[in-house]
């Protein structure tokens, strides 16, 4: 299912991990690692670290993350595990993943931790919700860009990154790129924007949710339209014409986008609500007014 090339940027090796353990017993353990390892929203989330050829939960020294399946919201790994596989080719930087079955043949997603080393040990990483002292849900994407401003060595990339990672959340309807969903990580004296994790699509999971954006852009947080990326950017300082040109290539993306959401792993009816909204999206940023 995946190339050596695949394999080896999540596990380091061409090793295609066997995962023992059930649906039922991931959450279990899920919940007994509790202590150890934030477990946010109705989704459990476990800490594994690959032992020869199988992933085995470590709530200490964990190199992974592993996501089962939630009877609240079906199908959460596919989704992400889809959603980040198009930011990366959307020139996005991503922590790597892969979609793995459990024992019970449920698939499960598991992405590599980019705060600890290949030996284990932690790599200093701040939220945004710690950074700016604020509830997750909490502020706007202009607060982060000024954040990263402050903070990061090289603030005009970062900038840039936080534009595109906002524009993509968009683009896919994640409603739920909280400032939880946005990291510095500090390495051998340099500040930076993390890679992106937890994307996914939420509108296509939840119907109701209310908000187009977890938090505001340009002051506001529903009706999000072209103008209000070109404010976010001015915000930003990152330059007009590549903020046009980030735009404008999402409309060249629409029938590749289409095409991977038709082959993924998506229930039929998910994948043509996924595709439908993305054309909504779109056009909502074709608008100049």
Excluded at 69 to 89: I, S, V
Excluded at 139 to 144: L, N, T, V
Excluded at 279 to 287: A, E, I, K, P, Q
């Amino acid at each position: 299912m995946y190339t050596a090339t695949e394999l080896r940027a999540v596990f380091g090796k061409p090793v295609e991990p066997k995962i023992r353990l059930n649906l039922s017993e991931v959450t279990l353990v899920a919940q007994q690692s509790a202590g150890k390892l934030s477990i946010s929203g109705v989704q459990p989330k476990l800490s594994v670290r690959l032992e020869g050829d199988e992933l085995v939960a470590a709530p200490v020294g964990g190199r992974f993350i592993l996501k089962p399946q939630t009877a609240t919201f079906p199908q959460l790994p596919e989704n992400e595990y889809l959603c980040m596989q198009m930011a990366a080719e959307c020139g996005i930087r991503t922590a790597p993943n892969i979609l793995l079955p459990l024992a019970d043949g449920s698939w499960a997603y598991v992405v590599r931790r980019f705060d600890r080393t290949g030996a284990g040990q932690k790599v200093s990483c701040e939220d945004m919700a710690q950074i700016l002292g604020k509830p997750k849900y909490d502020g706007s994407y202009e607060q982060i860009g000024k954040a990263l401003r402050q903070h990061c060595t090289f603030p005009d990339l970062d900038a840039q990154y936080l534009f595109e990672r906002v524009l993509y959340c968009f683009v896919i309807g994640n409603g739920d790129a909280h400032l939880k969903n946005f990291s510095l990580l500090t390495q051998k004296d340099t500040v930076s924007l993390s890679p992106a994790y937890d994307m996914v699509s939420s509108r296509i999971v939840i119907p109701e949710e209310n908000e187009e954006l977890a938090l505001a852009l340009n002051g506001r947080k529903n009706n999000i339209a072209r103008r209000d990326f070109l404010a976010f950017a001015s915000t930003l300082g990152v330059p007009a014409g590549l903020v046009e040109d980030r735009i404008d290539a999402y409309a060249d993306r629409d029938s590749w986008m289409t095409q991977k959401i038709g082959e993924s792993h998506l229930a039929t009816e998910r994948k043509e609500t996924f595709q439908g909204l993305i054309r909504d999206r779109l056009t909502s940023l074709s608008v100049e007014g």
